[in-house]
């Protein structure tokens, strides 16, 4: 099989589902930033002398700044590979089953082994192979036209 080389196949639900998986990665860090922050806080605000604590403060921020940037990028790279996997696939047997609704032939859908959707891929051959077969005594049937 072929590997595609665009990975925004269905961009709209790629996008979509990205965007989201960042809003749920972005809440549970600020979540566990603020518990850690209401848990050691104190601590570590009275271990330190007053002087230092706003060098701690800017280090702690300065440090979290470039950790996040490289890390969002990782993640929405890592959510646009996945939803490949799924958008790919969709698209694929979309098309599929558009040619089929136009009567056209329809190959084998095949997909890649990391894809999802196989089962589905898997129902819709045995569909096209049915649909294949009720047209082929349609076309027995049909008077040749040099019988006219």
Not at 93 to 118: F, H, M, P, Q
């Amino acid at each position: 099989m072929k590997t595609r080389g665009k990975y925004l196949i269905k961009k709209r639900m790629q996008l979509g589902l990205t965007f989201r998986f960042l809003f749920l990665i972005i809440i549970f860090s600020l979540f566990i930033g603020f518990e850690v922050y209401i848990t050691i806080w104190p601590a570590v605000s009275e271990a330190i002398p007053q002087d230092l604590l706003d060098l701690v403060m800017d280090q702690i921020f300065f440090r979290m700044i470039c950790f996040i940037f490289p890390v969002l990028f990782v993640i929405t790279a890592f959510s646009i590979v996945f939803s490949h996997r799924i958008a790919g696939p969709i698209y694929h047997l979309e098309k599929s089953l558009d040619r089929l609704i136009r009567g056209d032939d329809v190959e084998t859908i095949r997909l890649r082994k990391s894809d999802a959707l196989k089962e589905l891929a898997e129902k819709i051959n045995s569909l096209v192979l049915m649909v294949k077969q009720s047209r082929v005594p349609e076309q027995k049937d049909s008077p040749s036209p040099n019988n006219k």
